[in-house]
């Protein structure tokens, strides 16, 4: 079992960058990871995910080519680079764990509390 604590969420200007963490308690290693997002009145969506040592990622279409996600794992974290930030992407982000690959992107077994991104004009 896993615990997992995002950080690094805040207000941002549109074009702007912000850099997510999630700390992780257990065997890191052992586990995919990933990002969701929910915005006000949205369902929460996938943004990206991760397998146990990084070399396999994937992404949402509306984020591709602007997030980076990434993982240390001498250090527990998992982290998100968001880069050319736009207004849709203001939500909730939840960091996620399972240690299925497959399943981090469409039903993780363990989720974070979550982190407020605000982006404005």
């Known amino acids: 079992q896993v615990q997992l604590e995002e950080s690094g969420g805040g207000p941002v200007q549109v074009g702007g960058s912000l850099k997510l963490s999630c700390t992780v308690s257990?065997?890191?290693?052992?586990?995919?990871m990933g990002w969701w997002r929910q915005g006000s009145g949205s369902e929460r969506e996938f943004v990206a995910s991760?397998?146990?040592?990084?070399?396999?990622?994937e992404y949402a279409r509306s984020v591709k080519g602007r997030f980076t996600v990434s993982r240390d794992n001498a250090k527990n974290t998992l982290y998100l680079q968001m880069n050319k930030l736009k207004p849709e992407d203001t939500a909730v982000y939840y960091c996620?764990?399972?240690?299925?690959?497959?399943?981090?992107?469409?039903?993780?077994?363990?989720w974070g509390q979550g982190t407020n991104v605000a982006v404005s004009s």
């Open positions: 996620a764990a399972d240690r299925s690959l497959e399943l981090v992107s469409y039903n993780p077994n363990y």
């Open positions: 257990g065997r890191f290693s052992d586990y995919a």
């Open positions: 991760l397998n146990w040592n990084g070399d396999d990622t």
